[in-house]
């Protein structure tokens, strides 16, 4: 039987990690979280000190690291890295990261791979245009940039950071500036993708909206 996979794209703050979570349990799927991906390698290139624009520098760096998901959590290079991944310094530097195309090449083999004998919940910004183009299911989600601020503003400030709702809108725009004008699989719906507007609705009406579509 053909494995069934799931694309769920859409910018940042958009909810895509928290039903892609709970459409996993209920469909008994595996969820790959494709932005904890990028952002570990954008931590290790942080913690080097390495300038993103040196591409072969970076490269060295990538043949030398190792990602594994199991379950929700990330580990690079065997360490858990889930909670450090999600700092601001990570959400600011990690669009830049995601931008450099031998990043993505290896990134998008590995979330291939995982996907290659699993029924599979992925989500990212290019999943449904770029890494499972024949998804059995593609969505696309979306909130007005105020909501998704401040679902970010509220995850951070809970985690005890020091920002305003002011200064996280502006980096969730540069960040979304930066996903949909990169040249390599950028942030975009695919044609045949359903969009699903998250602004202003319970988790739960989301979660239902979408199991409608999952025959
Ligand atoms: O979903 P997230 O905020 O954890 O993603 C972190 C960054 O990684 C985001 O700025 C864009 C990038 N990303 C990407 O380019 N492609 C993906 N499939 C997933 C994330």
Request: aromatic share 6%; glycine share 6%.
């Amino acid at each position: 039987m053909k494995n069934i996979s799931i694309a769920l794209d859409g910018p940042a703050g958009a909810g895509k990690s928290t039903i892609a979570k709970i459409i996993a349990k209920h469909k008994n799927l595996t969820y790959i979280d494709t932005g904890a991906m990028y952002r570990a390698i954008a931590l290790k290139i942080l913690r080097k000190g390495i300038d993103v624009n040196k591409e072969k520098s970076v490269q060295d760096i990538l043949l030398v690291s190792n990602i594994d998901l199991e379950g929700n959590d990330i580990f690079l290079d065997g360490n858990l890295v889930t909670e450090e991944i999600r700092t601001p310094k990570v959400n600011n530097f990690v669009s830049h990261v995601a931008k450099i195309s031998s990043v993505r090449m290896k990134m998008v083999e590995l979330q291939r791979n995982i996907a290659a004998n699993k029924n599979v919940i992925m989500d990212g910004r290019d999943i449904g245009t770029y890494v499972i183009p024949n998804a059995t299911y593609k969505f696309y989600l979306t909130a007005s940039i105020e909501e998704r601020a401040k679902r970010r503003f509220v995850e951070l400030r809970d985690k005890g950071f020091d920002t305003t709702l002011e200064i996280v809108k502006e980096e969730i725009k540069n960040r979304d500036k930066m996903d949909t004008e990169r040249e390599f699989a950028p942030l975009k719906k695919a044609e045949d993708a359903i969009e699903v507007d998250t602004t202003g609705k319970y988790i739960q009406d989301v979660v239902n909206e979408i199991l409608q579509y999952l025959k």
